[in-house]
């Protein structure tokens, strides 16, 4: 399937995390930017054939593939002044480069970039900047076998906050983290039909308009997942991945264990 990447948006809270304007999906974890450690999820499940919606930064994206340096996270071989891989990330990958605007919302990006799903009737979606582990072909899958237009990985709360319960006198009842409550919340990863683009307005969004509107009519998936799932909306929970990684502490990173 065909993996559309949304990664042209300004990502505010991580401002202070990344040079210039460089854009979230081009922050570092280890040695390569989130957007690559997404990027390779799809690829060890053999969705290898990619969509970037660029926008904000699209130039660092662009400079970051275009100028791909394969020594850095795989080994090689130094004879005679020429360099001999001895393994290679993306030389199977197809990337399309799309410029779908600066301020445009997810689901205007997606709009945008319709014609290169070449009339596919499934493809899968994915902000960029989030990490898992989960099944992906058990995702699709479940999917498949449904009769839904789409279909959204949910994950518990990932917040710190505590929830209070407060009685009649004004005393607390309970406390209870808001991870342990019975709530959901959007984990990033989509599974799409077509159909979706039936519910998305020019400039509308694919959560709010297109997933809210098919969720309306029945026919929105969800795929609940408790496993490993880290966002990076802060520069805390970046920081916090890139450390995990100098650890050795990278559960996302399946295709290291092939």
């Keep these: ?10 990502g505010m809270r991580m401002r202070e995390g990344t040079p210039g304007d460089v854009p979230k999906p081009m922050a570092l974890v280890g040695p390569r930017p989130l957007i690559w450690h997404v990027m390779r999820y799809y690829a060890h499940f053999g969705h290898t054939d990619f969509i970037l919606c660029l926008g904000y930064g699209a130039h660092h994206i662009k400079d970051f593939f275009l100028n791909y340096e394969e020594t ?27 410029n779908t ?16 799903l070449d009339g596919d009737e499934m493809f899968l979606a994915n902000y960029a900047d989030v990490l898992t582990d989960a099944p992906l072909p058990e995702i699709i899958e479940r999917f498949e ?3 839904a237009g789409a279909s959204m990985m949910v994950v518990p709360p990932a917040e710190s906050f505590h929830c209070v319960e407060l009685g009649e006198s004004g ?8 991870s342990d409550m019975p709530l959901w919340v959007n984990g990033g990863y989509f599974v799409l039909r077509q159909e979706v683009f039936d ?23 969800a795929y609940p ?9 802060t520069v805390k929970e970046r920081v916090a991945l890139d450390e995990a990684y100098s650890r050795g502490e990278r559960p996302w990173a399946l295709w290291e264990h092939e």
Aim: net charge negative; aromatic share 10%; with cysteine.
């Design 1 to 10: 399937m065909k993996v559309v990447l949304f990664c042209g948006g300004y």
């Design 72 to 98: 850095t996270s795989n080994d090689f071989i130094l004879r005679n002044g020429e360099v001999e891989l001895l393994s290679t990330d993306i030389s199977d990958w197809s990337i399309s480069f799309v």
């Design 101 to 116: 605007g600066i301020n445009s919302p997810i689901g205007e990006r997606l709009r945008r970039v319709r014609d290169y």
């Design 171 to 178: 005393m607390v009842d309970g406390i209870t983290p808001v």
């Design 145 to 147: 076998k449904s009769d």
């Design 199 to 221: 519910h998305i307005p020019e400039n509308g969004d694919l959560v709010v308009d297109g997933c809210g509107e098919l969720a309306k009519r029945g026919r929105m998936l």
């Design 225 to 233: 997942y408790r496993g490993y799932w880290r966002p990076t909306d």
